[in-house]
Nanobody, 128 residues
Framework: QVQLRESGGASVQTGGSLRLSCAGS????????VAWFRQAPGKKREGIVG??????????PALRAEKGRFSISKDNAKDTVYLDINSLKPEDTAMYYC???????????????????WGQGTQVTVSS
């Protein structure tokens, strides 16, 4: 079963940057689309961006205007997918999760329906 573990969350000030990491147990990023999601307090979990096995990148439509602030990359040798977030805003405060679309080399719609299982997430808090 796919197992991913998020890390790198922190408390930062507005305008700062963070790199989040999503570590697999071996072969996950090379075999599946892996995507980043976030869930702010009181809100539903939303997809941000995914990366397919051929390195094609998919942004959720609602965040395409923000694609300059969110950058996804991966290292297949380390089975790790990264999310770089720049120019952080207070509204970026959320628990950030990564998940794979099992058996899918391309990225489906970035909704919870197609991704899982879900880990503990990593907390990002942005203060003004």
């Amino acid at each position: 079963q796919v197992q991913l573990r998020e890390s790198g969350g922190a408390s930062v000030q507005t305008g700062g940057s963070l790199r989040l990491s999503c570590a697999g147990s071996g072969g996950t990023a090379a075999s599946n689309c892996v995507a980043w999601f976030r869930q702010a307090p009181g809100k539903k979990r939303e997809g941000i961006v995914g990366i397919a096995t051929d390195d094609d990148i998919y942004y959720t439509p609602a965040l395409r205007a923000e694609k300059g602030r969110f950058s996804i990359s991966k290292d297949n040798a380390k089975d790790t997918v990264y999310l770089d977030i720049n120019s952080l805003k207070p509204e970026d405060t959320a628990m950030y999760y990564c998940a794979a679309a099992p058996w899918s080399r391309t990225c489906p719609a970035l909704t919870e329906t197609y991704f899982g299982p879900w880990g503990q997430g990593t907390q990002v808090t942005v203060s003004s």
